[in-house]
C-alpha cells in the first residue's frame, strides 16, 4: 500500500518532514495563540525600536524579522493569521 504525501511536505526532506511533524505536536493551538501574541509584542516592540527610535541598523532588523517569520513558519502560526 502507497503511503499518501501531502503536496506541502513533500519539497522538504526527511528530516524537515520530522521536525514538522514534531514542531507541530508540541503546541496546542492555545499555546499557539499565546505564541502568536508574544511574536506580535516581539515584532512591534521591533518595529518601535527600527522606525521611531532609530537604535537598530537595517541588518539587524531584517535579520530579526526574518527569525520571526522562520519561527511562524515552523510552528505553523500562519493559520492564526487567517
Same mark, same amino acid.
Given at each position: ?6 503536496? @506541502?511536505?513533500? $519539497? /522538504?526532506?526527511?528530516?524537515? @518532514?520530522?521536525?514538522?511533524?514534531? +514542531? ?13 501574541? $508574544? ?9 518601535? @525600536? ?15 524579522? @526574518? ?8 510552528? +505553523?502560526?500562519?493559520?492564526? /493569521?487567517?
Amino acid at each position: 500500500m502507497g503511503q499518501a504525501t501531502c503536496p @506541502r511536505l513533500s $519539497a /522538504y526532506t526527511q528530516e524537515e @518532514r520530522l521536525m514538522v511533524g514534531l +514542531h507541530s505536536a508540541i503546541l496546542d493551538k492555545d499555546q499557539k495563540m499565546i505564541l502568536k501574541d $508574544a511574536l506580535f509584542m516581539y515584532v512591534s516592540d521591533l518595529q518601535k @525600536r527600527y522606525y521611531s527610535d532609530k537604535v537598530i541598523e537595517t541588518p539587524l532588523y531584517l535579520n530579526k524579522m @526574518r527569525e520571526v517569520e522562520q519561527i511562524v513558519e515552523r510552528l +505553523h502560526l500562519t493559520e492564526l /493569521y487567517q
